[in-house]
């Protein structure tokens, strides 16, 4: 018997919006995906670039789970980019959009709240 593979995405066209009612499946875990609001702020070429590696795939069932359930995540690990291409990776797989927003020493609770009013 072949095995079945952990990750099934239906794509339709890359850069083009899919349908409402988009599955995505890790391994037994099963979410429905919404298209996304602004697609020009979905993430291209990063779920690729993650190389569906096992611990890239048991980190996306657990996020897929969260996503699920409503809940909010926090990535925690090692200085470096791995938890940022997961992240978006992530927002790619599911069409989410994406804003980055810097945040150094000197970024104050009240720069975020104004950041957030200007939308």
């Known amino acids: 018997a072949a095995a079945r593979p952990l990750l099934r995405l239906r794509t339709v066209a890359a850069h083009v919006p899919e349908p409402p009612g ?3 499946t890790i391994g037994s875990v099963r979410h429905s995906a919404r298209p996304p609001t602004v697609p020009a ?11 569906h590696s096992h611990d890239s795939l ?3 069932q657990w996020l897929l789970r969260k996503d699920a359930l409503g809940q909010d995540v926090f990535l925690i690990g090692p200085p470096g980019p ?3 291409h997961l992240a ?4 790619e797989l599911l069409g ?4 980055y927003l810097a945040l150094s020493r000197d ?5 975020l709240k104004q950041r957030r009013e200007i939308r």
């Open 22 to 24: 988009r599955t995505v």
């Open 41 to 51: 702020l979905v993430p291209r070429g990063y779920s690729e670039a993650c190389g």
């Open 58 to 60: 048991e980190i996306w």
């Open 82 to 84: 791995r938890r940022r």
């Open 88 to 91: 978006l990776a992530w927002c």
């Open 96 to 99: 989410r959009e994406v804003e």
């Open 107 to 111: 970024t104050t609770e009240s720069d």
